[in-house]
């Protein structure tokens, strides 16, 4: 697989992810204030993302990715799609060297 549809695979599983945690949030409208554990765990029990990075990140380690990813994501200012930026970095951080 290259790193291109790789990406394209876990932006697809980060896509799947807001939808669930969207669902599951409906109450408050999406609103969790902890949702970067929320989606560390469902992305690590319920998807295929520890496959498609070679390893399974230690869960504190990708709740800690997902924040800083955002931070970033929002610093950048860019128009790419959120899941593209987090699937990219993800890769980057966890992906096989």
Do not use: C, K, N
């Not at 992810?17 to 609103?31: F, N």
């Not at 790419?80 to 993800?90: D, H, K, S, T």
């Amino acid at each position: 697989m290259t790193s291109r549809s790789a990406d394209e695979h876990v932006a697809a599983l980060l896509q799947e992810a807001a939808e669930t945690h969207h669902g599951v949030y409906r109450i408050t409208d999406g609103v969790d204030a902890d949702w970067a554990s929320w989606y560390a765990s469902w992305l690590l029990e319920l998807s295929e993302l520890p496959d498609l990075l070679g390893a399974r990140p230690v869960q504190s380690h990708l709740v800690h990715a997902l924040v800083q990813l955002d931070r970033d994501y929002v610093a950048s200012g860019t128009d790419e799609p959120w899941p593209r930026f987090y699937a990219r970095g993800l890769r980057e951080r966890f992906g096989p060297a």
